[in-house]
């Protein structure tokens, strides 16, 4: 790590933008990796497991992801204001590594538990799996928000220049792929439909490689000297406000909120699209599982391929929005594809222009969101990420509710049965339903409200980054 040589303040505080090393950039975005292997899990495996292979009425599942989603909405901005709290563990180990490093083993695990209940009866046992299915997803959620808030935190803080942003969004976004083609290619080749138990082995051995990731991880997410001495001397030391002060101050900034709506969209596409995977593999391709993994194999392929197009536009433009808005639109079009596809092949070339559409959307995220939050230290004079991410997340994990809602409803108004291979044609269409055309109309509502209302151009985000510097923060 270097910085420009300033002296520090009478504070002991360094005023510069701090230029890491690319290892230290390599290794924090080793935790993109980690979040993205949970982020396809739990999208593509839980419902379809539940559903299809322990045969849990689909109104149960739903009511187990509100529920799950409801925890979630508690807990996550509870959690980031509980972690922007001053502690003794600031001055020594940093305001987020800690949390980090606390959450990342029970979070691992919990998808072994999730995939592994002891009652497996749903005529017997019905109420006992569905109590299990909302322990253990509210246990992955809490290890899993202590862990993704203070990571995504981490990075408008440290990563300070527009072009280390840059780079380390798109960078996080390629190895966070690797996480997707951890968590997309290999359980498949694990699993076999029918068998219960191979999803329970499916989820161990992923749960040992998703270890190996966070250990790379933890160069990259500790904090420097410098930061931590900021920590301690400005952040420590101020009142801290009420926790629903500081979400109804989050709520109020538009910007930020403009930020989480659109990403709020994107997730649902990229939920419904996940959640649908085996679906559209067991009932419309009546393939075996395995064909999931050139599936999402070549969405990997798309969307790590076209990261450095994406990059070479955010450059070209400079201009955070405008590539947002551009990456979305991209994102839409490319969803519409999975509407048409009619035999494995068209599937495949499908797949792999939705993988393209899903770099388009996410590779600008994090400097779209970084400058959102450079925005909400200048209006509050101090920096709670935590409790920003925390918001964030209680938004998006509605995305997981609308997911539920949307599957629950085409399948029964369009009578999908679970327990038969050959589905009417009408429940077909309602696999394309729920993959895509309903998830393209939201996105659609999105991109217009995001286009119209964001309001963070090129030229203003340039004179937040200077605010910041003559502010100290």
């Not at 299915?133 to 990571?151: E, P």
């Not at 809602?405 to 429940?427: K, M, R, Y």
Request: glycine share 6%.
């Amino acid at each position: 790590m270097n910085a420009n040589n300033l002296k520090p303040d009478s504070k002991g505080i360094e005023h510069t933008v701090e230029k890491h090393s690319n290892k230290t950039v390599v290794s924090y975005c080793f935790g993109n990796s980690l979040i993205e292997i949970y982020n396809v899990m739990f999208g593509t495996y839980v419902f379809f497991f539940y559903e299809t292979e322990i045969g849990l009425y689909v109104w149960f599942i739903t009511i187990a992801y509100v529920i799950y989603s409801l925890w979630n909405s508690i807990n996550d901005p509870l959690l980031g204001y509980l972690f922007d709290k001053p502690n003794r563990l600031w001055k020594r180990w940093g305001k987020r590594f800690p949390w980090m490093v606390i959450a990342a083993i029970p979070w691992v695990f919990s998808m072994y538990f999730i995939l592994t209940p002891p009652f497996t009866n749903p005529a017997e046992n019905t109420l006992l799996i569905f109590i299990w299915m909302v322990i253990w997803t509210c246990c992955f959620d809490t290890f899993y928000s202590m862990f993704q808030n203070n990571h995504f935190s981490l990075f408008a803080d440290k990563f300070r220049s527009d072009d280390e942003r840059r780079k380390t969004g798109s960078l996080g976004w390629a190895l966070g792929m690797c996480g997707t083609a951890i968590g997309g290619i290999i359980p498949p080749l694990l699993i076999t439909y029918g068998d219960i138990s191979s999803y329970s082995f499916m989820g161990l051995i992923i749960a040992l490689l998703a270890l190996v990731f966070f250990v790379l991880a933890i160069p990259g997410i500790r904090e420097t000297k410098n930061m931590i001495n900021r920590y301690v001397i400005v952040d420590m030391h101020k009142e801290k406000e009420g926790f629903f002060s500081v979400m109804k101050k989050a709520v109020k900034q538009k910007n930020f909120m403009l930020f989480v709506f659109l990403t709020f969209l994107g997730d649902v596409v990229f939920n419904c699209v996940l959640a649908s995977i085996h679906y559209f593999v067991k009932y419309t391709i009546r393939a075996p599982a395995s064909f999931a993994t050139p599936l999402l194999a070549l969405t990997i392929i798309g969307s790590i391929a076209s990261v450095p197009l994406f990059l070479k536009l955010m450059r070209k433009i400079n201009d955070n929005k405008k590539v947002a808005i551009i990456g979305s639109t991209i994102f839409l079009l490319t969803l519409l594809t999975l509407i048409f596809f009619w035999d494995p092949i068209t599937f495949l070339i499908c797949a792999f222009l939705f993988g393209i559409g899903v770099s388009a959307f996410k590779t600008p995220r994090f400097p779209v969101l970084s400058d959102t939050l450079d925005e909400t230290v200048i209006k509050t004079g101090m920096h709670q990420e935590s409790v920003y991410m925390g918001a964030n997340t209680f938004f998006q994990r509605f995305s997981i509710i609308t997911q539920a809602i949307i599957f629950a409803l085409a399948h029964v108004l369009t009578g999908f049965d679970p327990n038969i291979e050959s589905q009417t044609p009408l429940a077909l269409f309602g696999i394309r339903m729920q993959a895509a055309i309903i998830p393209a109309i939201f996105l659609f509502i999105g991109i217009i409200v995001f286009a119209k209302y964001y309001d963070l151009t090129a030229e203003k985000t340039k004179e937040n980054k200077q605010k910041l510097k003559e502010m100290g923060l």
